[in-house]
Protein backbone atom coordinates (compact mmCIF):
# COMPACT_ATOMS: atom_id res chain seq x y z
CA UNK A 1 0.00 0.00 0.00
CA UNK A 2 1.64 2.89 -1.13
CA UNK A 3 -0.46 5.58 0.90
CA UNK A 4 -2.27 6.95 -1.64
CA UNK A 5 -6.74 7.95 -1.80
CA UNK A 6 -8.79 9.08 -5.06
CA UNK A 7 -11.41 10.55 -4.37
CA UNK A 8 -14.29 10.23 -5.08
CA UNK A 9 -13.97 6.90 -6.44
CA UNK A 10 -17.03 7.43 -9.41
CA UNK A 11 -18.38 10.52 -10.67
CA UNK A 12 -20.60 11.11 -13.00
CA UNK A 13 -21.33 14.95 -14.00
CA UNK A 14 -22.92 16.56 -16.91
CA UNK A 15 -21.17 18.43 -19.54
CA UNK A 16 -19.75 22.16 -18.93
CA UNK A 17 -20.01 21.36 -15.23
CA UNK A 18 -16.61 21.82 -12.96
CA UNK A 19 -15.24 18.90 -11.83
CA UNK A 20 -12.51 18.70 -9.00
CA UNK A 21 -10.64 15.07 -8.03
CA UNK A 22 -8.49 14.76 -5.46
CA UNK A 23 -5.75 12.78 -4.99
CA UNK A 24 -4.08 12.30 -0.87
CA UNK A 25 -0.52 10.74 -0.03
CA UNK A 26 0.52 10.02 3.49
CA UNK A 27 3.99 9.25 2.48
CA UNK A 28 4.86 12.90 1.98
CA UNK A 29 6.63 12.30 -1.37
CA UNK A 30 7.58 15.12 -3.69
CA UNK A 31 6.20 14.05 -7.08
CA UNK A 32 2.62 13.87 -8.00
CA UNK A 33 1.25 12.59 -10.74
CA UNK A 34 -2.31 12.69 -12.96
CA UNK A 35 -2.75 9.79 -15.70
CA UNK A 36 -5.55 9.16 -17.55
CA UNK A 37 -6.85 5.54 -19.17
CA UNK A 38 -8.69 5.00 -21.84
CA UNK A 39 -9.19 2.15 -24.62
CA UNK A 40 -6.89 2.15 -27.26
CA UNK A 41 -4.65 4.88 -25.67
CA UNK A 42 -3.01 3.53 -22.20
CA UNK A 43 -1.81 5.73 -19.96
CA UNK A 44 -1.41 9.06 -20.69
CA UNK A 45 0.16 12.06 -18.32
CA UNK A 46 -2.04 15.19 -18.00
CA UNK A 47 -0.18 17.52 -15.11
CA UNK A 48 2.60 16.56 -12.71
CA UNK A 49 3.70 18.25 -9.51
CA UNK A 50 7.69 18.21 -8.46
CA UNK A 51 6.53 20.47 -5.40
CA UNK A 52 4.31 22.48 -3.51
CA UNK A 53 3.02 24.54 -5.86
CA UNK A 54 5.19 23.71 -8.77
CA UNK A 55 3.45 21.88 -11.39
CA UNK A 56 4.01 21.15 -15.09
CA UNK A 57 1.89 19.70 -18.10
CA UNK A 58 1.88 16.42 -19.65
CA UNK A 59 1.02 15.39 -23.00
CA UNK A 60 -3.03 15.74 -22.87
CA UNK A 61 -3.11 18.83 -20.74
CA UNK A 62 -5.59 20.78 -22.26
CA UNK A 63 -9.10 21.58 -20.94
CA UNK A 64 -7.17 20.73 -17.25
CA UNK A 65 -5.74 22.41 -14.51
CA UNK A 66 -3.83 21.42 -11.32
CA UNK A 67 -2.88 22.66 -8.10
CA UNK A 68 -0.63 21.42 -5.07
CA UNK A 69 -0.89 23.42 -2.06
CA UNK A 70 -0.09 21.34 0.66
CA UNK A 71 2.59 18.20 -0.16
CA UNK A 72 0.52 15.47 0.61
CA UNK A 73 -2.49 16.81 -1.74
CA UNK A 74 -2.76 17.14 -5.15
CA UNK A 75 -5.87 18.01 -7.29
CA UNK A 76 -6.90 17.66 -10.90
CA UNK A 77 -9.88 20.22 -12.25
CA UNK A 78 -11.65 20.32 -15.20
CA UNK A 79 -12.89 23.63 -15.84
CA UNK A 80 -15.93 23.28 -17.86
CA UNK A 81 -16.05 19.35 -18.51
CA UNK A 82 -16.78 17.70 -21.90
CA UNK A 83 -17.74 14.19 -22.95
CA UNK A 84 -14.25 13.10 -24.30
CA UNK A 85 -13.20 13.66 -20.83
CA UNK A 86 -15.35 10.77 -19.81
CA UNK A 87 -11.87 8.33 -18.77
CA UNK A 88 -10.65 6.68 -15.61
CA UNK A 89 -8.25 9.14 -13.69
CA UNK A 90 -5.01 7.73 -11.95
CA UNK A 91 -3.12 9.59 -9.31
CA UNK A 92 0.34 8.12 -9.32
CA UNK A 93 3.51 9.10 -6.58
CA UNK A 94 6.96 8.92 -6.91
CA UNK A 95 9.52 9.05 -4.24
CA UNK A 96 12.21 11.23 -5.11
CA UNK A 97 14.97 8.95 -5.66
CA UNK A 98 13.43 5.80 -7.37
CA UNK A 99 11.86 6.25 -10.91
CA UNK A 100 8.84 3.65 -10.07
CA UNK A 101 5.08 4.97 -10.04
CA UNK A 102 3.03 3.82 -7.29
CA UNK A 103 -0.61 4.32 -8.63
CA UNK A 104 -4.21 4.99 -6.54
CA UNK A 105 -6.86 2.88 -7.10
CA UNK A 106 -8.94 5.48 -9.83
CA UNK A 107 -11.65 7.64 -10.65
CA UNK A 108 -13.96 6.94 -13.02
CA UNK A 109 -15.84 9.94 -14.23
CA UNK A 110 -18.20 10.21 -16.64
CA UNK A 111 -19.56 13.32 -18.52
CA UNK A 112 -23.26 13.31 -20.18
CA UNK B 1 4.40 10.84 -31.69
CA UNK B 2 4.18 7.46 -29.74
CA UNK B 3 7.34 7.27 -28.04
CA UNK B 4 6.93 3.39 -26.82
CA UNK B 5 4.52 1.47 -28.66
CA UNK B 6 2.76 -2.63 -28.09
CA UNK B 7 1.83 -3.71 -31.10
CA UNK B 8 -0.30 -6.37 -29.82
CA UNK B 9 -3.61 -5.05 -27.92
CA UNK B 10 -4.04 -8.80 -26.80
CA UNK B 11 -2.14 -12.31 -26.02
CA UNK B 12 -4.20 -15.17 -25.02
CA UNK B 13 -1.77 -18.12 -23.85
CA UNK B 14 -2.59 -21.80 -21.71
CA UNK B 15 -1.68 -22.08 -18.03
CA UNK B 16 1.61 -23.35 -17.75
CA UNK B 17 3.00 -22.28 -20.87
CA UNK B 18 5.42 -19.31 -21.95
CA UNK B 19 3.80 -15.59 -21.86
CA UNK B 20 6.04 -13.04 -23.97
CA UNK B 21 5.05 -10.16 -24.12
CA UNK B 22 6.33 -7.35 -26.14
CA UNK B 23 7.89 -3.32 -26.04
CA UNK B 24 9.98 -1.06 -28.80
CA UNK B 25 10.59 2.43 -27.75
CA UNK B 26 12.08 5.26 -30.41
CA UNK B 27 13.83 7.54 -28.51
CA UNK B 28 17.57 6.43 -27.94
CA UNK B 29 17.79 8.68 -24.76
CA UNK B 30 15.64 6.01 -22.68
CA UNK B 31 17.62 3.98 -19.75
CA UNK B 32 15.40 3.05 -17.74
CA UNK B 33 12.37 0.86 -18.40
CA UNK B 34 9.27 -0.51 -16.46
CA UNK B 35 6.16 -3.08 -16.70
CA UNK B 36 3.24 -2.31 -15.11
CA UNK B 37 0.05 -5.11 -14.35
CA UNK B 38 -3.50 -3.86 -13.94
CA UNK B 39 -6.36 -5.33 -13.31
CA UNK B 40 -9.90 -4.10 -13.61
CA UNK B 41 -10.67 -1.43 -11.58
CA UNK B 42 -7.74 -1.22 -9.91
CA UNK B 43 -4.69 0.88 -10.61
CA UNK B 44 -1.52 -0.31 -12.19
CA UNK B 45 1.21 -2.43 -10.01
CA UNK B 46 4.72 -2.31 -10.50
CA UNK B 47 5.81 -5.67 -11.87
CA UNK B 48 9.70 -5.63 -13.02
CA UNK B 49 11.88 -3.13 -13.90
CA UNK B 50 15.31 -2.79 -15.96
CA UNK B 51 18.44 -0.38 -16.76
CA UNK B 52 19.94 0.46 -19.85
CA UNK B 53 23.17 -0.97 -18.47
CA UNK B 54 21.81 -4.50 -18.20
CA UNK B 55 20.03 -6.60 -20.93
CA UNK B 56 18.27 -9.22 -18.43
CA UNK B 57 16.37 -8.97 -15.23
CA UNK B 58 14.80 -11.51 -13.37
CA UNK B 59 12.20 -12.05 -10.62
CA UNK B 60 10.91 -15.23 -10.21
CA UNK B 61 8.52 -16.00 -12.81
CA UNK B 62 8.83 -12.57 -14.65
CA UNK B 63 11.94 -12.17 -16.95
CA UNK B 64 12.58 -8.81 -18.92
CA UNK B 65 14.97 -8.33 -21.62
CA UNK B 66 16.16 -5.45 -23.43
CA UNK B 67 17.69 -5.25 -26.60
CA UNK B 68 19.11 -1.60 -27.02
CA UNK B 69 20.31 -1.81 -30.26
CA UNK B 70 16.62 -2.77 -31.76
CA UNK B 71 15.04 -0.57 -28.98
CA UNK B 72 12.97 -3.66 -27.85
CA UNK B 73 12.31 -5.39 -24.74
CA UNK B 74 10.21 -8.03 -23.51
CA UNK B 75 8.57 -9.45 -20.71
CA UNK B 76 8.55 -13.17 -20.45
CA UNK B 77 6.52 -15.13 -17.74
CA UNK B 78 7.30 -18.69 -17.07
CA UNK B 79 5.15 -20.40 -16.57
CA UNK B 80 1.81 -18.29 -17.17
CA UNK B 81 -0.96 -19.16 -14.46
CA UNK B 82 -4.58 -17.87 -14.98
CA UNK B 83 -3.93 -15.28 -12.61
CA UNK B 84 -1.60 -13.21 -14.40
CA UNK B 85 -4.55 -12.61 -16.80
CA UNK B 86 -4.62 -8.97 -16.55
CA UNK B 87 -3.18 -5.84 -18.84
CA UNK B 88 0.08 -5.15 -18.94
CA UNK B 89 2.09 -1.88 -19.79
CA UNK B 90 4.89 -1.10 -20.66
CA UNK B 91 7.12 2.33 -19.49
CA UNK B 92 10.03 4.56 -20.53
CA UNK B 93 11.86 6.84 -18.45
CA UNK B 94 14.68 9.09 -19.43
CA UNK B 95 17.21 9.77 -16.66
CA UNK B 96 16.90 12.94 -14.86
CA UNK B 97 13.33 12.73 -16.65
CA UNK B 98 9.98 13.42 -14.11
CA UNK B 99 7.90 11.91 -17.34
CA UNK B 100 7.33 7.97 -17.48
CA UNK B 101 6.07 7.27 -21.00
CA UNK B 102 3.79 4.72 -20.86
CA UNK B 103 2.67 2.04 -24.13
CA UNK B 104 -1.37 1.18 -24.52
CA UNK B 105 -1.09 -1.76 -23.06
CA UNK B 106 -1.22 -5.70 -23.89
CA UNK B 107 -3.93 -8.10 -22.59
CA UNK B 108 -2.84 -11.16 -20.92
CA UNK B 109 -5.23 -13.49 -20.91
CA UNK B 110 -4.48 -17.15 -19.91
CA UNK B 111 -6.54 -19.87 -19.85
CA UNK B 112 -6.70 -22.80 -17.50
Known amino acids: DAGITQSPRHKVTETGTPVTLRCHQT?????MYWYRQDPGHGLRLIHYSYGVKDTDKGEVSDGYSVSRSKTEDFLLTLESATSSQTSVYFC???????????FGSGTQLSVL | DQQVKQNSPSLSVQEGRISILNCDYT??????FLWYKKYPAEGPTFLIS?????DKNEDGRFTVFLNKSAKHLSLHIVPSQPGDSAVYFCAAVQGGSEKLVFGKGTKLTVNP
Open chain 2, 27 to 32: NSMFDY
Open chain 1, 27 to 31: ENHRY
Open chain 1, 92 to 102: AIRPTANEKLF
Open chain 2, 50 to 54: ISSIK
